[in-house]
């Protein structure tokens, strides 16, 4: 199947700093990448679709100001958690979907956020 | 009403059992249905579409019913492996897929 990478795997930061993840579909070109979090023993909650060479879609309640989403090539998209605080620390998963693979998503290993 | 739900868990059940959960969901246009797996700190995966018709995949099998709005996973002769939370995931037409917040298993021995 397709593979999707993210990195880091996980960060700890100090509250007020900015973070960057950044995911990559590695073995195909992905027009439509998505970013979700996961708090646990909850379900993935779609926090925003990245189109590449547009702007991002936020879900309601997401902030775009906050969550900055870039989306530069067909291989690479890097979602910007600033002035994280502790309310931000959980399980960041981005998926890409591959062209002609309706209704598959392939998931990236995720990030574990942790902001102290 | 969730878009969709499912029953937290946990399903504690022996190796060897069978073991059976339902995801339901709540826009009838629903066309597309999915079950994921996910393991603790890890991403989901997709373990298998769910067609119409139904089907199976090695000890596992998926069903839709239409008309009550919900999917199935079935698992066979349960291995202390399958341990995850199994996610159900479903999709309109070209949207994004929502997903349910899963159902934990837990085999033991």
């Known amino acids: 199947g397709a593979v999707v990478s993210q990195h880091p795997s996980w960060v700890i930061c100090k509250s007020g700093t900015s973070v960057k993840i950044e995911c990559r579909s590695l073995d195909f070109q992905a027009t439509t990448m998505f970013w979700y979090r996961q708090f646990p023993k909850q379900s993935l909650m779609l926090m925003a679709t990245s189109n590449e060479g547009s702007k991002a879609t936020y879900e309601q309640g997401v902030e775009k100001d906050k969550f900055l989403i870039n989306h530069a090539s067909l291989t690479l998209s890097t979602l910007t958690v600033t002035s994280a605080h502790p309310e931000d620390s959980s399980f960041y998963i981005c998926s890409a979907r591959a062209s002609g693979r309706a209704g598959e998503q392939y998931f990236g290993p995720g990030t574990r956020l942790t902001v102290t | 009403r969730k878009e969709v739900e499912q029953d937290p868990g946990p399903f504690n059940v022996p190796e060897g059992a069978t073991v059976a959960f339902n995801c339901t969901y709540s826009n009838s246009a629903s066309q597309s249905f999915f079950w994921y797996r996910q393991d603790c700190r890890k991403e989901p995966k997709l373990l298998m579409s769910?067609?119409?018709s139904g089907n199976e995949d090695g000890r596992f099998t998926a069903q839709l019913n239409r008309a009550s709005q919900y999917i199935s996973l079935l698992i066979r002769d349960s291995k202390l492996s399958d341990s995850a939370t199994y996610l159900c995931a479903v999709k309109r037409g070209s949207y994004i897929p929502t997903f349910g917040r899963g159902t934990s298993l837990i085999v033991h021995p």
């Open positions: 769910v067609y119409s």
